[in-house]
């Protein structure tokens, strides 16, 4: 697409934006593009693909990346992630470390800035959840951060209260390269609506269960068309599971847990699709899913794309 007919000039990039699990990647996506793009869970490590949101304003598009938490990999769907996230900084305009202002300082952040030597765009420190620290601890924070690397900007905001999150955004602005507008000013991600429908039915499953089961978890869409012309869109997915006990914990007694998981799993559905849907859900165990290839093929990692 060519760059706007008028006389100002029009700006566009790609923007990774990187940290530590749970620092607040997707809350921050989420709120910049105005709707749910990217699930948000208080469990570490709750993205795992690349989630690309479009944000369109009159002079400029800026097209944020946001990747899975940096962490150490436990088994092969963990390397998978971690690959997703470092070689994403080799392909952007600009760089979002964000970090968790109420954590401070952590070892997963020294090998993220290890990472960052090697980058040669602009790289901003982001500090998120300033609203649950004492402004004095901020500037505190601040100057730790400042010594370990020369960020270009050092921007503190709450994703979740929406605080500085438009000044943030205006000096990403002055910071990408003239371009052209890559995606329609109307188009907020460049995912298919399966992917979202899959990661909005892994959302409510986070929400609802504790200890291993949220990890051991993936969704695969089986089906999903309109009823003849009736505005009904039928959608069946699979919740696959690791072992069979936590096949009955999604299921739950009487099969509970899992109306819950489709009940709140179908409200969101229905709210990205403008559509009344019927959902329906099916549970499979496929043992040891995440450390075998083939699996996460068929699940939707793929390493070839990254």
Known sequence: MSKQANHTSYKSGFISIIGRPNVGKST???RVIGQKIAIMSDKPQTTRNKVQGVYTKENAQMIFIDTPG??????????????????????????????????????????IIEKLKGVKTPVFLVINKIDRIHPDQLIELIDQYKDLHPFAEVVPISALEGNNVERLLDQIEGNLPEGPQYYPADQVTDHPERFIITELIREKVLHLTREEVPHSIAVVMDKMERRGDKDIIDVMATIIVERDSQKGIIIGKRGALLKEIGKRSRQDIENLLGSQVYLELWVK?????????????????????Y
């Open 70 to 111: 940096i962490h150490k990999p436990k088994h092969k769907l963990g390397d998978f992630m971690m690959k997703v996230a470092v070689n994403t900084l080799k392909e952007v305009d600009l760089v979002l470390f964000m970090v968790n202002a109420e954590e401070g300082y952590g070892r997963g952040d020294e090998f």
């Open 285 to 305: 165990v496929q043992k040891d899913w995440r450390n075998k290839l083939s699996n996460l093929r068929d699940f939707g990692f793929r390493e070839d794309e």
């Open 28 to 30: 921050f996506l989420n």
